[in-house]
């Protein structure tokens, strides 16, 4: 059964502390802070509300973001409702998969799975709901068969968007979950592979999700016979933002002689602890286009704080380098500074190098 620390539990008078009262003291703890904004609520100390709200807000992870929207739409706090969307649009599969949000309340599940910006597949937001389905059974004391699961979801089923899902993932997934009835199956099926198709009861739009933002660090490009070579070294640089964003992945320049593929790890840092890396490949074309190389997941980026990124390729290794590099960049309301950093041991800095674009969700 999901389970979290931020359930609202106890008697709102006894999270209401009396040293607070006289001395505007008061030590927040994430098992106690959603009562004690209750009882701030309750008794009508804004003050303490205010703490509450901004120490959730610093809180704010994806495994709590949809707990925390379900409580700031109950204690009607619009700006850390809002911060909650950042989290949960931006990290969409990792707040659906959390246990937090099999806890939400009914209507929050709704609002949430008809969120157009929602940032992932449609076969994730089926299998949360799913997910969802089991732990209220379990909460109404319910046995966990599919006839129960429909009847706890009610409208909420119609509103995920199994159409947009590939027939692939139909096939193997929502068809073979005993959630469906066999007509709804059955018209689905048709719906993916027919001329005449049926009418369905699920939504066919695809999810919008969020449009990545690039952030280009260097003014031109250039290539020179035997200038620059990746050579399975480390190119990294520094940066910081001025609020608060999504890191999602890296443009990369690729070979300047014809078209080539490239292995390639790209990893992200925080004073020296990796907060995310991948390894992939890419092909790229001869061009100086800048590739796209992504995490497996966006990661949360702090504002005023210098995080450090890094690329390492194997490939042909001629390629074209980025010039007249600036140190801060402004990228519609986020603005960008750049630092050397002393993990790139390949010649990248902020005047010239690799890592061109960083790409991002605001």
């Not at 109950?74 to 959390?98: G, H």
């Not at 309340?105 to 937001?125: C, F, H, M, S, W």
């Not at 993916?192 to 999700?209: D, I, V």
């Amino acid at each position: 059964m999901c389970t979290s620390s931020w359930a609202l539990r106890g008697h709102p008078r006894k999270f209401l502390p009396t040293r607070y009262m006289y001395s505007d003291e008061i030590d927040l703890e994430a098992d106690t802070v959603l009562a004690t904004l209750y009882a701030a609520k309750k008794y009508i100390v804004p003050a303490l509300a205010k703490a509450c709200v901004n120490f959730l807000e610093t809180s704010l992870e994806a495994k709590n973001a949809c707990v925390l929207l379900s409580q700031s739409r109950l204690f009607e706090e619009p700006e850390l409702t809002q911060r909650c969307w950042e989290v949960i649009d931006a990290q969409a599969e990792m707040a659906l998969k959390s246990e937090g949000f099999c806890e939400i309340d009914q209507q929050t599940l709704e609002i949430i799975v008809t969120r157009e910006a929602l940032n992932t597949k449609e076969v994730v937001v089926f299998e949360a709901v799913l997910n969802w389905a089991e732990a209220e059974c379990k909460r109404q004391g319910l046995p966990v068969t599919p006839r129960n699961k429909r009847n706890v979801l009610g409208k909420a089923l119609y509103l995920v968007r199994i159409p947009t899902m590939t027939l692939e993932e139909f096939a193997n997934g929502a068809a073979q979950s005993d959630i469906l009835t066999l007509e709804e199956t059955h018209n689905i099926f048709l719906w993916y592979t027919a001329a005449n198709k049926p009418k369905l009861e699920f939504p066919l739009t695809k999810r919008k999700g969020l449009v990545p933002q690039r952030c280009h660090r260097f003014q031109s490009s250039a290539y020179r016979s035997n200038q620059w070579r990746y050579r399975g070294r480390c190119d990294s640089i520094q940066f910081a933002v001025d609020k608060r964003i999504f890191i999602a992945g890296l443009g990369l320049y690729g070979s300047s002689c014809g078209k080539a593929e490239y292995s390639v790890k790209i990893e992200l840092k925080r004073l020296g602890v990796v907060l995310a890396q991948n390894l992939t490949k890419f092909t790229s074309d001869g061009s100086s286009n800048t590739f796209s190389v992504w995490f497996e997941h966006p990661v949360q980026i702090e504002q005023d704080t210098f995080y450090n990124v890094s690329a390492i390729l194997d490939g042909n290794e001629l390629s074209y380098f980025g010039q007249e590099g600036m140190t801060e960049v402004q990228c519609g309301k986020v603005t960008f500074q750049f630092q050397c950093s002393s993990d790139s041991t390949n010649g990248t800095g902020v005047q010239g190098g690799q890592i061109p674009e960083l790409i991002f969700y605001a």
